[in-house]
């Protein structure tokens, strides 16, 4: 049984920083690509931001320049800094992981969620 964890959410001024964090746990063998999803109400899904095994990172263009993925492969934790937070980051922020264990190979596994809301 794999389980991600996330902390770190919540309530902050536009301008203000925030991090989350995202500990996975369990039967865990590897874990491939670690990364940052987040939901608006009434939007779809959307990534935020991610981190490959070998340390290289993706962001989708609303965030970069102001939101940095970090991981601490010892612990199998990701970590995201948002900085400079704007209303339009308002949203349920989920965490996502490939996982590898005795079972399957770069299964996906998502935490359940915290919530960041930035006031204006």
């Known amino acids: 049984q794999v389980q991600l964890v996330e902390s770190g959410g919540g309530l902050v001024q536009a301008g203000g920083s925030l991090r989350l964090s995202c500990a996975a746990s369990g039967s865990i063998r590897s874990i491939n690509v670690m990364g940052w999803y987040r939901q608006a109400p009434g939007k779809q899904r959307e990534l935020v931001a991610v981190?490959?095994?070998?340390?290289?990172?993706t962001y989708a263009d609303s965030v970069k320049g102001r939101f940095t993925i970090s991981r601490d492969n010892a612990n199998n934790t990701v970590y995201l800094q948002m900085s400079s937070l704007k209303p339009v980051d308002t949203a349920v922020y989920f965490c996502?992981?490939?996982?590898?264990?005795?079972?399957?190979?770069?299964?996906?596994?998502w935490g359940q969620g915290t919530q960041v809301t930035v006031s204006s």
């Open positions: 981190i490959f095994n070998g340390g290289s990172t």
């Open positions: 996502n992981a490939l996982i590898t264990t005795g079972y399957a190979r770069n299964y996906p596994y």
